[in-house]
């Protein structure tokens, strides 16, 4: 089986810095300067994508001056690492114990899951992963797509596991189960109107029931 997990919101607690970083980079650009909830909203796009659903009505440049701006503020923020959620570790290391394979398909850069990697050092319990500069932003299928190309694993022996609709959007344009966290940054409603497997309230629930795809 190969797992396929979002990062922001799904392994990683980065909500909070991610609509900080985002504010403080809107304020210097000259841009309204939304409500968390607004940018939360986002979190799993694309950089490009989520600062064009933020700001349509900004023009090239300002949208320029914005990326440079957040990846700065990014960047100042990195003071400690950010958390990884209560029982990723423990889940990951079971899954890869009954011998499942794990992937990761996020909107971050690949220099910014890179630096994840490494600060947490669990880069190596992954075989692959697809971030949206690469590839297409979530919900197109694609990194899915290439995923499963690059592993040789049947679209019906993997999962997506992710905290917005965008990850089960996708799963289901690339006809593959999905899993919705709750605990992240889109409502349980809005997950289950997606139609996954199901939605869990805590990461070790993974490993709950029947197998992760039957």
């Known amino acids: 089986m190969l797992v396929i997990l979002d990062w922001d919101g799904t392994v990683c607690n980065s909500e909070?810095?991610?609509?900080?970083?985002?504010?403080?980079?809107?304020?210097?650009?000259?841009?309204?300067?939304?409500?968390?909830?607004?940018?939360?909203?986002?979190?799993?796009?694309?950089?490009p994508e989520a600062i064009a659903s933020l700001f349509p009505e900004a023009h090239s440049e300002q949208r320029q001056d914005l990326r440079d701006y957040y990846a700065e503020e990014?960047?100042?923020?990195?003071?400690?690492?950010l958390a990884l959620f209560d029982g990723v570790l423990p889940t990951l290391d079971t899954l890869l114990g009954q011998g499942h394979q794990l992937a990761v398909a996020t909107g971050k850069s690949r220099r910014g899951l890179a630096r994840e990697f490494e600060e947490h050092g669990i880069g190596n319990l992954f075989v692959a992963s697809r971030c949206a500069d690469e590839t297409a932003s979530k919900p197109h299928p694609l990194m899915l797509h290439e995923l499963l190309q690059e592993t040789g694993c049947p679209v019906e022996q993997a999962v997506m596991v992710g905290d917005t609709e965008y990850d089960l959007k996708m799963a289901a344009a690339a006809n593959m189960a999905g899993i919705g966290v709750s605990y992240g940054v889109h409502s349980r409603d809005r997950l289950h109107a997606c139609g996954p497997l199901r939605v869990i309230d805590h990461f070790s629930e993974l490993l709950d029931g029947p197998p992760v795809v039957a």
């Open 16 to 47: 909070a810095r991610i609509v900080a970083c985002m504010r403080r980079a809107s304020e210097r650009a000259g841009l309204p300067v939304l409500h968390p909830e607004a940018i939360g909203n986002i979190i799993g796009l694309g950089l």
């Open 74 to 81: 990014w960047l100042a923020a990195r003071g400690e690492p």
